[in-house]
């Protein structure tokens, strides 16, 4: 049986291989670095990325939107558990936990599992029920 060459595809083989020397004045150049790439890589030069710190209504109400997909605004802010909180009131002091001690309070899927289960209307809990 005769071999097919290094088994990759064409593609990859391609793109593997070393660059062909071309013509000068060619404009076939793996990356071309204009002026105005280095002027802008000047300016940028010992400028840091800051992040912007969020506050923490922004972020519950972010985590209730990815999490709670489907809660109405009964689930969200009526339905109260034994400490006389809301989903919302919750999230939020839990997430100012987090903050301040991420590993005691973490916020996970367990977490928010353990908030659907909580709060959830699944059984015929009237909204305004203390759990």
């Given at each position: 049986m005769a071999s097919?060459?290094?088994g990759r595809p064409k593609g990859v083989a391609a793109a593997l291989a070393p660059p062909s020397k071309s013509a000068p004045g060619s404009t076939?150049?793996?990356?071309?670095?204009?002026a105005l790439d280095a002027e802008d890589q000047g300016k940028r030069k010992g400028k840091k990325r800051v992040l912007e710190r969020k506050d923490t209504d922004s972020q519950v109400a972010k985590a209730l939107r990815d999490n709670f997909p489907d809660a109405d605004a009964t689930v969200l802010?009526?339905?109260v558990d034994v400490n006389g909180m809301t989903l919302r009131q919750a999230v939020a002091a839990r997430k100012r936990l987090n903050?301040?001690?991420?590993?005691?309070?973490?916020?996970?899927?367990?977490?928010?599992k353990e908030m659907r289960t909580k709060y959830w209307d699944d059984d015929g809990v009237d909204a305004h029920q203390v759990l």
């Amino acid at each position: 049986m005769a071999s097919r060459g290094s088994g990759r595809p064409k593609g990859v083989a391609a793109a593997l291989a070393p660059p062909s020397k071309s013509a000068p004045g060619s404009t076939q150049h793996a990356f071309v670095k204009t002026a105005l790439d280095a002027e802008d890589q000047g300016k940028r030069k010992g400028k840091k990325r800051v992040l912007e710190r969020k506050d923490t209504d922004s972020q519950v109400a972010k985590a209730l939107r990815d999490n709670f997909p489907d809660a109405d605004a009964t689930v969200l802010d009526e339905k109260v558990d034994v400490n006389g909180m809301t989903l919302r009131q919750a999230v939020a002091a839990r997430k100012r936990l987090n903050r301040t001690d991420p590993k005691s309070f973490p916020m996970g899927g367990h977490f928010y599992k353990e908030m659907r289960t909580k709060y959830w209307d699944d059984d015929g809990v009237d909204a305004h029920q203390v759990l």
